[in-house]
């Protein structure tokens, strides 16, 4: 029973879209479709005058079903080449009616395409004949002996067209006479043309136009009849747009210009580093140490020297200067039982003597470590120091500027000629795109990009030592040679030997040597009779000297990592 149901579900289900469809009010008042609306006759008369100026007058026969007006496309713009396009002008467009229809004109150009629009007061039924009049410009074009006019003269309609007829007026026909019918490059010929005996005119007809089919024709005149001047546009792509012309040759000449310039400049700053160090190299070379005292160059501590070096206070810096505490007893640092605590620490102890030698980045560095305990161990630094090192960093900074070595902190330095550089990317970035889009000047941003990516990288070396400073360099890196050497004077043995390697050690953290310089204390404390710690490192019980260096390179690792890790990075 069920089965023999199903060929009635489809008729009932029509039936009832059906009644649906007819009681709705929208359905009722809606206006007819566009489908009811047609293009009874078209027919266009071209006068070509000699100026090349085709001047045209329309006849539309249009069926109406509701609809206040239409709209009459032509198309404007074609492709020449890859870098230009072919354009056709229509102008003094104009409308009037003989049995009521539109007449109101607005035209607007979309792409390659210009649009008419007729529209009138109130909904219209039934056929009104609409007369346009315009002229074109550009559509006759020069072909060696001969002047071709070719134009879409009918179509470009959202409605069927019944009967398209074009009649081309002008001098003296000569050469092609043709029409197409169909798409806009169509190869098809329209249903007939025909030149009068005169062939001062052409007459060429098609019947059924479907919606965008246009009706094109084609005739020539003798080369010089008609004044043929095309008319042409730059066509907007990549390859226009990147373009190479005066304008960008000039931009990117003065960007060369500019970075020649910058690196004239940095060679100028720089170079006299390098000029003050090949002055004072031999000065600088001569050994640190004068009898058994320490003599550090100029008496520079190893922040600071990390500072001059590199022109950044690292991380690597400040602890550097945390043995360098150490070094001059002022914390002491003391190594955890492994076996007895499961992991590898230390815990650093703050030893009461007056700070008053102390720098300003050295005094906040000691305060922020302990923040008024004792002592800390140097894992519950992990992760909770990053903001004091900031201040510390800063402090640095600040030291060398007052030292006298560089003329402005070199992080602000930076900080001002990379962010300039930034934004003038960004700028020449957000300049490009517009450029490509409206102009083929689009080379002009992309010198402004590469002249700020240029200035955002240079900025980092920008920072220059005074003269002052580049000298302070000059003995640094003899200092910096000398610990290579490992060497130190003969005669000191004993504690004051492994005092003596102990002061430079903080340095050797600073130039990347600890692992060397750390052996090298370990080889003088094995020498030293009885020697199993040093003043300010002690080890946990069994240990002794001879595992310094291994202990020292672990604890600088472990201390650069604990004071500048944060505690979102931590948690992961």
Not at 126 to 135: D, I, K, P
Request: glycine share 10%; proline share 5%; aromatic share 8%.
């Amino acid at each position: 029973m069920v089965g023999r149901s199903r060929p009635l579900v489809a008729p009932l289900i029509l039936a009832v879209v059906v009644v649906l469809g007819l009681a709705s009010p929208a359905a009722a008042d809606a206006p007819q479709s566009l489908a009811a609306e047609m293009v009874v006759g078209d027919e266009v008369i071209l006068t070509v005058g000699r100026d090349g100026v085709v001047r045209a007058r329309e006849t539309i026969v249009y069926e109406f079903a509701g609809g206040r007006g239409f709209d009459r496309t032509f198309v404007t713009r074609t492709r020449d080449s890859d870098t230009r396009d072919r354009v056709y002008e229509i102008g003094d467009v104009r409308a009037s009616s003989p049995d009521g229809g539109p007449t109101e004109v607005s035209v607007s150009v979309d792409g390659s395409r210009t649009r008419v629009t007729v529209s009138g007061d109130r909904p219209l039924n039934g056929r009104r004949t609409v007369v346009l009049t315009y002229h074109v410009r550009g559509i006759v074009t020069p072909l060696g002996m001969r002047d071709e006019l070719r134009w879409a003269a009918v179509g470009g309609w959202r409605t069927r067209v019944s009967t398209a007829r074009v009649t081309v007026r002008g001098p003296v026909m000569d050469g092609s006479i043709n029409c197409f019918a169909g798409p806009l490059a169509s190869a098809i010929g329209c249903a007939q043309f025909n030149p009068d005996h005169t062939r001062t005119e052409g007459v060429f007809s098609q019947n059924n136009l479907l919606p965008g089919e246009h009706l094109t024709v084609v005739v020539g005149y003798r080369a010089g009849t008609v004044a043929a001047e095309p008319l042409y546009a730059k066509r907007r792509t990549l390859a226009t747009a990147f373009s190479v012309n005066g304008i960008t040759l000039g931009a990117l000449g003065a960007l060369l210009a500019l970075l020649l310039g910058g690196f004239g400049v940095l060679y100028l700053l720089h170079g006299r580093d390098k000029r003050a160090v090949d002055k004072h190299a031999a000065e600088g070379d001569r050994p640190a140490v004068r009898g058994a005292e320490f003599a550090p160059p100029d008496g520079v501590r190893p922040g600071q020297i990390g500072t001059l070096i590199d022109e950044q206070a690292d991380v690597i810096d400040v602890t550097a200067t945390i043995v360098d505490l150490a070094v001059r007893a002022y914390l002491l640092i003391e190594e955890e039982d492994r076996a007895a605590t499961g992991r590898t620490d230390w815990t650093l102890r703050r030893l009461q003597r007056p700070v008053d030698d102390l720098l300003p980045y050295e005094r906040l560095l000691l305060d922020a470590l302990f923040e008024g305990r004792d002592s800390i161990k140097l894992s519950e630094l992990d992760g909770a120091f990053a903001p004091q090192l900031a201040r510390v960093r800063s402090a640095m900074y600040d030291d060398v500027v007052k030292q006298g070595w560089f003329a402005r902190r070199p992080d602000t330095v930076r900080s001002r000629w990379s962010t300039a550089g930034i934004v003038l990317a960004v700028l020449g970035v957000a300049g490009t795109v517009a450029l490509a889009v409206f102009t083929d000047l689009a080379l002009v941003g992309l010198a402004v990009i590469i002249g700020g990516a240029a200035l955002a990288v240079g900025g980092q070396y920008m920072p220059a030592k005074t003269a002052r400073g580049a000298t302070v360099l000059a003995h640094t890196i003899g200092f910096q040679a000398h610990l290579a050497r490992g060497e130190a004077p003969e005669g000191i043995e004993g504690p004051q030997r492994i005092a003596l390697f102990s002061r430079y050690l903080p340095y050797a953290v600073v130039f990347d040597l600890v692992d060397k310089w750390a052996k090298t204390v370990e080889d003088a404390g094995v020498q030293a009779e009885g020697a199993d710690n040093l003043y300010w490192y002690e080890g946990p019980a069994e240990w002794d000297l001879s595992k310094f260096a291994e202990s020292m390179r672990t604890f600088t690792l472990a201390t650069s990592g604990a004071i500048s890790r944060t505690r979102q990075f931590r948690s992961l």
